[in-house]
């Protein structure tokens, strides 16, 4: 089947998480979907090269974990919903992770969000 | 014979369950929010349904990307939750139907759906929070649930289509169940929001407003959507649209719209819940559609 373009086409700002970013992010995301256990938590703040190492993660992958950019997950592979786990585990809510991403505050990021509801 | 009642739809976004953890319903940043389902419970009063069918997304709790069904069916007695990482208090486990359940997975497959069936499935937030929104009075163990999870994390995903279709089946399923129950098709999710990318915090209130109606109204024009159109126009995860579309085709053609809220923002979503009647009963001409008829 020939896909139609409208089914391949980017969409500007917009993450498609097809099968290549699932190959490129597999151990990552395999780590972060293990934080949804507290024992897995508790090890990775305990010693996160440690934990790292267990899943094999790559140099880019661990540059951006340190970096705890959300953007630089991204581009590694990351999907979202497996990073919100490893963004709980410093207490960083969905408003924090998008305004990290827009570069924005968190309050502006907010703000922008209110207005969305009054156009 | 089994009867569709009814179809709800609503969000499911994490915050509204904390908000309820903590107890905030009459908070005024939430009084709004929560007010609006008010009208719902009147009408779960009203029509007192024996089973819900849930239609959700997992979002990492139950699957991962090792197995991704694109759609998957609950056949458990229970279905507990647990935690997801991110702070939600976890809640006590909801009844299945195991019954209902294999008569729903032997419907859906010789319909030539071709389900994942588990009879174990940890239920997230997305499955969660909708049911305390729905039952807040009692506990969210009100009645017996069959949750249905689609795949909304790993493209590619199911068309519009293909969920309204879905949709469809899962109606002619209950409609040909031998016990004398009435069945409330839940979908969770939406309406537009965007979690990840430059253009995280994405909300299109007009598209969504356009949706609210057309879900109602005429639903295979929207439902002709693709699933690029949907992130595009609603956001990365305002795709969730499709758990609604298949809660839409679980309904006779006509509905009546008992009621609908629209919300912006909670956290980052637009939020809505909305509660549709059908206006003519299941016919036979529906049930012909159904491939088990014919076998």
Known sequence: ?119 | MARVIGGIATSHVPSIGKAIARRLENDPLWKRFFDAYKPVHEWLDGVQPDLAVVVYNDHGLNFFLDKMPTFAVGAAAEYKNADEGWGLPVVAPYPGHPQFSWHLIESLVADEFDITSCQEMLVDHAFTVPMSLLWPERGCRAVPTVPIAINTVQFPLPSPTRCYKLGRAIGRAIESYKEDIRVVVVATGGLSHQLDGDRAGYINKKFDLLCLQKIVNDPEALARYSVHDLVRDAGAQGVELLMWFVMRGAMTGQVTEKHHSYHVPISNTAAAVMVLENKTPWSEKWLDQSLMTRV
Request: net charge neutral; aromatic share 10%.
């Open chain 1, 1 to 119: 089947m020939i896909l139609k373009k409208s089914n391949t086409e980017d969409i500007p700002g917009t993450i498609i998480f097809n099968g290549t970013r699932a190959i490129k992010g597999y151990a990552l995301n395999k780590m972060c979907f293990s934080f949804n256990s507290a024992e897995n938590r508790d090890a990775y703040r305990r010693n996160e090269e440690a934990y790292c190492d267990k899943f094999e993660l790559t140099g880019e992958q661990r540059q951006a974990l340190k970096h705890r950019n959300v953007r630089e997950l991204l581009e590694a592979g990351g999907n979202i919903y497996y990073l919100a786990k490893w963004a709980g585990i410093f207490g960083m809510n969905v408003q924090q992770i998008g305004a990290q991403q827009r570069g924005m505050t968190e309050e502006e990021f907010k703000e922008m969000l209110v207005r969305a509801g009054g156009d």
